[in-house]
């Protein structure tokens, strides 16, 4: 009889196997299964949302599900990215970053309580483009060494305007002052846009601001172009130098965005919106029409963005530090 007592155990863990199927957690979907929710922290019209846009629809093509593009300005880009830092990380809620949102908001307003290198799973760098220093055409200076020039022989008489403390615009006009030991005067306005506007007018002599928004006004000699801060010329205005051809050799910046989601995401995910992007970026009509706005693809992997990120964080608490910069 006990010669029979294996078998009639293996019998009943089998019949206990069978019971118990249903209670087994169920197989894990595979993502994504539902809608994406990709969060622009700035109003639309703009270089990240153009970009961001962008990036959703052919997300939305190479994963098989929407990818629903949310618009929400507000404290230079800090609200939305605090609202996608709180967010359950399941790779269902993404938001595009930029300089301000994801490297200086942290450094200039207190009020942000989100730390960048902490608080999100950084997916992909996406693209970059350099900033153009715009002269108006009633300004008596042609090239940078002008600027400085006329800066240095009267003190805060050039009238710099800027779109908003901690934006790519006041960033890159910090680093030039520090560089050059000039001053200027400070002209704040709520954009781009309004900014320009003002520079045709001769309101304010001075700006810069991402090359996306400023070629046509260039190339129309509406807005005299006197630098590029990349390392490189601008195809579309071969004949503006770069800072560093301009006698500026460590004024060059780049305004850039990237994708990132709530820390702690899953790193299949993580590695699945990547490995997308990245086949993203090296589409021929993307990168046409990225390259037709000045905008550079940047392709790596989500350690590289994480780095480059905290790197830039680094860099402009320097230059935050150096020029006691912080939102009143």
């Known amino acids: 009889m006990h010669r029979f007592l294996p078998a009639r155990r293996t019998a009943l863990a089998g019949l206990l196997a069978v019971a118990l199927a249903p209670l087994a957690a169920p197989a894990q979907t595979a993502y994504p299964s539902k809608p994406i929710t990709l969060v622009i922290p700035f109003p639309p019209g703009g270089q990240t949302d153009v970009v961001g846009r962008l990036i959703g629809e052919r997300l939305s093509q190479r994963l098989g599900q929407p990818v629903v593009v949310e618009n929400k300005p507000g404290v230079n880009g800090s609200l939305a990215s605090d609202a996608v830092a709180r967010a359950k990380p399941d790779g269902y809620t993404l938001v595009v970053g930029g300089p301000g949102t994801h490297a200086i908001n942290q450094l200039v307003n207190p009020n942000v309580k989100y730390d960048t290198r902490k608080d999100f799973t950084h997916i992909a760098m996406l693209g970059r483009v350099p900033m153009l220093l715009l002269a108006s055409p009633t300004l008596k200076a042609n090239t940078v060494a002008d600027v400085v020039a006329l800066a240095k022989a009267k003190p805060d008489s050039v009238n710099m305007a800027l779109t908003g403390i901690g934006s790519s615009s006041h960033m890159t006009t910090e680093l030039f002052k520090q560089a050059a030991g000039i001053t200027f005067n400070n002209v704040p306005y709520k954009g781009d846009v309004p900014a320009m506007t003002d520079v045709i007018g001769g309101q304010a002599d ?39 051809e301009a006698g500026q050799a460590s004024v060059i910046n780049y305004s850039w965005t990237s994708l990132a989601g709530p820390a702690g995401m899953p790193a299949d995910i993580v590695q699945k919106l990547n490995q997308a992007c990245q086949a993203i970026l090296a589409e021929p009509e993307v990168v046409a029409r990225l390259a037709a706005m000045s905008n550079e693809t940047t392709p790596g992997t989500p350690a590289q963005a994480a780095s480059f990120i905290a790197a830039e964080v680094a860099r402009w608490s320097d230059v935050v530090k150096k020029g006691n910069i912080q939102v009143q």
């Open 206 to 244: 001075l700006l810069f601001v991402p090359a996306t928004s400023a070629i046509t006004f260039a190339q129309a000699g509406k807005l005299r172009a006197l630098a590029v801060t990349g390392d490189k010329r601008l195809a579309a205005l071969p004949n503006v130098p770069t800072m560093p």
